[in-house]
């Protein structure tokens, strides 16, 4: 079983920066695909990006690819999710997820933390 709890999340202007931080407990994380969704209100939840167990590779969805960087440390279980030029459509909960790294599904997910784009 992997716990997952986010932080970081928070108010900020548009143009802004957040760093957003995910910590893992119960397994370590070196054979767990992760990644970042996020689900805005009345809408679906969506993918933002995905970084594979060993750090080699990253995935961005279009909409952030530019924007954001997601990034793992094994040793210390920790994954963030580096977002720069906030726009106001980036405002959702953001969840934090892992994926075993031979899996389909993602199957552990945090609870979320909220980030405001807002003036």
């Known amino acids: 079983q992997v716990r997952l709890v986010e932080s970081g999340g928070g108010l900020v202007q548009p143009g802004g920066s957040l760093r957003l931080s995910c910590a893992a407990s119960g397994r370590a994380l070196n054979i767990y695909d992760m990644g970042w969704f996020r689900q805005a209100p009345g809408k679906e939840r969506e993918f933002v990006a995905t970084i594979i ?67």
Do not use: F
Not at 56 to 82: C, F, H, P
């Open 53 to 119: 167990w060993s750090g080699a590779s990253t995935y961005y969805a279009d909409s952030v690819k530019g924007r954001v960087t997601i990034s793992r440390n094994n040793a210390e279980n920790t994954v963030s999710l580096q977002m720069n030029s906030l726009k106001p459509e980036d405002t959702a909960v953001y969840y934090c997820a892992a994926k075993w790294k031979l899996g389909r599904t993602y199957n552990y997910w945090g609870q979320g933390t909220q980030v405001t784009v807002s003036s």
